[in-house]
C-alpha cells in the first residue's frame, strides 16, 4: 500500500513559503525543491506559527488525548472515528457525495481515514505536520493525501476542487474570529458549485467559569483547559452571518447550542 505524502506549507512572516506548484495535481507529482512565494490571507503573521508549534507540542506528548480527550487506546480512537463517519453518512443520506473531500484539522486521522472508504479522494489538512507524522505511523487507504497546511486557509487547493468539506474538533479550539472568517471564505472557494460542507462549532451559551478559568496560567488548569486546547463558544447567529459574508448559505443544521452544532452550508 502507497504511503500518503505528507506535504509542508512553511509560513515565514505574511508569506508562504510551499514546495512544489500550486494546484489539484496529486501531491506525490511534484517535482522535489521548488520553493514559491505565495501572499496570505489577512490574519496577523505571528498567529499560526504559535497555533502550530502549540499543537506540535500536543501531538508529540499526547496526540490522541488532544485529537479527542474522550477516547483512550488507539483502537477506541479509531473506531470512534468509525462511528463518526458512519453517522455523518447517514446524514448525508443516499445522496451523499463520493467523490473529493477535504477535511480541515484532521489530526491523526482517524475520520480522514473512515471517509476514504466512501470518497475516491480525501484530503486531511492540519496545522500540526506532527499530527500528520502520527497518523502515518499507521499503514492509511491510498486514496488519503495529508497535507500540513498554514491554519488560516486552504492555500494548496483549487477553486471548486471539493464535493464536501468536513471538519470537526477544530473550529471550536480557534479564538480568533478572523481565522474563522478567513476558513469559511476558503470553503467558499474549494467547493464545487454543488458541493456541501459540514462543520462542527460549538455554539453552548457563554460560561462565565469557562472565562474566568481562560483567565488562568495554563500550568494550573487540566489539560483541556489550556490555551489552544479549551474550546471557544460562539453565537450561531453570528456564525450564520459570518458564514453569508463569505458567500456560503447555511442549509440545515444540527445540534443547535450545544457543543457539537453542526452547520450544512452550500455556495450561495
Ligand atoms: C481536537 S483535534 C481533532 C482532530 C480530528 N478532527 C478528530 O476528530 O480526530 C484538533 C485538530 O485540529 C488541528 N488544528 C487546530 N487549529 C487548526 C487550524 N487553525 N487549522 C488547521 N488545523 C488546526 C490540530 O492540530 C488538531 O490536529
Same mark, same amino acid.
Given at each position: 500500500?502507497?504511503?500518503?505524502?505528507?506535504?509542508?506549507?512553511?509560513?515565514?512572516?505574511?508569506?508562504?513559503?510551499?514546495?512544489?506548484?500550486?494546484?489539484?495535481?496529486?501531491? *506525490?507529482?511534484?517535482?522535489?525543491?521548488?520553493?514559491?512565494?505565495?501572499?496570505?490571507?489577512?490574519?496577523?503573521?505571528?498567529?499560526?506559527?504559535?497555533? =502550530?508549534?502549540?499543537?506540535?507540542?500536543?501531538?508529540?506528548?499526547?496526540?490522541?488525548?488532544?485529537?479527542?480527550?474522550?477516547?483512550?487506546?488507539?483502537?477506541?480512537?479509531? $473506531?470512534?472515528?468509525?462511528?463518526?463517519?458512519?453517522?455523518?453518512?447517514?446524514?448525508?443520506?443516499?445522496?451523499?457525495?463520493?467523490?473529493?473531500?477535504?477535511?480541515?484539522?484532521?489530526?491523526?486521522?482517524?475520520? $480522514?481515514?473512515?471517509?476514504?472508504?466512501?470518497?475516491?479522494?480525501?484530503?486531511?489538512? *492540519?496545522?500540526?505536520?506532527?499530527?500528520?507524522?502520527?497518523?502515518?505511523?499507521?499503514?492509511?487507504?491510498?486514496?488519503?493525501?495529508?497535507?500540513?497546511?498554514?491554519?488560516?486557509?486552504?492555500?494548496?487547493?483549487?477553486?471548486? $476542487?471539493?464535493?464536501?468539506?468536513?471538519?470537526?474538533?477544530?473550529?471550536?479550539?480557534?479564538?480568533?474570529?478572523?481565522?474563522?472568517?478567513?476558513?469559511?471564505?476558503?470553503?467558499?472557494?474549494?467547493?464545487?458549485?454543488?458541493?456541501?460542507?459540514?462543520?462542527?462549532?460549538?455554539?453552548?451559551?457563554?460560561?462565565?467559569?469557562? $472565562?474566568?478559568?481562560?483567565?488562568?496560567?495554563?500550568?494550573?488548569?487540566?489539560?483541556?483547559?489550556?490555551?489552544?486546547?479549551?474550546?471557544?463558544?460562539?453565537?450561531?447567529?453570528?456564525?450564520?452571518?459570518?458564514? =453569508?459574508?463569505?458567500?456560503?448559505?447555511?442549509?440545515?443544521?444540527?445540534?443547535?447550542?450545544?457543543?457539537?452544532?453542526?452547520?450544512?452550508?452550500?455556495?450561495?
Amino acid at each position: 500500500m502507497k504511503a500518503p505524502v505528507v506535504q509542508v506549507v512553511l509560513r515565514v512572516g505574511r508569506m508562504h513559503l510551499r514546495r512544489g506548484p500550486r494546484g489539484s495535481a496529486p501531491p *506525490d507529482a511534484w517535482p522535489g525543491g521548488r520553493v514559491r512565494c505565495l501572499p496570505m490571507s489577512g490574519v496577523p503573521a505571528d498567529l499560526e506559527p504559535t497555533r =502550530r508549534a502549540a499543537w506540535d507540542r500536543f501531538a508529540r506528548r499526547d496526540a490522541l488525548f488532544h485529537a479527542d480527550p474522550n477516547t483512550g487506546d488507539e483502537a477506541e480512537f479509531l $473506531a470512534a472515528g468509525r462511528r463518526n463517519v458512519a453517522r455523518v453518512m447517514e446524514w448525508l443520506g443516499e445522496d451523499a457525495p463520493r467523490g473529493r473531500m477535504l477535511e480541515i484539522g484532521c489530526g491523526p486521522a482517524r475520520t $480522514a481515514e473512515a471517509f476514504a472508504a466512501f470518497f475516491e479522494r480525501v484530503d486531511g489538512v *492540519d496545522v500540526s505536520p506532527e499530527m500528520l507524522r502520527r497518523a502515518r505511523a499507521r499503514p492509511l487507504p491510498p486514496n488519503l493525501v495529508l497535507t500540513a497546511t498554514s491554519g488560516a486557509d486552504l492555500e494548496p487547493f483549487d477553486d471548486g $476542487a471539493f464535493d464536501f468539506v468536513f471538519s470537526h474538533l477544530v473550529f471550536q479550539h480557534i479564538d480568533e474570529e478572523a481565522v474563522v472568517a478567513s476558513y469559511l471564505r476558503e470553503v467558499a472557494r474549494v467547493l464545487a458549485p454543488e458541493g456541501l460542507a459540514l462543520l462542527q462549532f460549538d455554539t453552548r451559551p457563554p460560561s462565565r467559569l469557562a $472565562a474566568a478559568l481562560s483567565a488562568l496560567p495554563d500550568p494550573l488548569l487540566p489539560r483541556s483547559r489550556r490555551r489552544h486546547m479549551r474550546r471557544h463558544r460562539r453565537d450561531p447567529a453570528r456564525l450564520r452571518a459570518l458564514a =453569508r459574508a463569505a458567500e456560503l448559505e447555511p442549509m440545515r443544521e444540527r445540534g443547535g447550542a450545544g457543543p457539537e452544532h453542526w452547520f450544512f452550508l452550500r455556495r450561495s
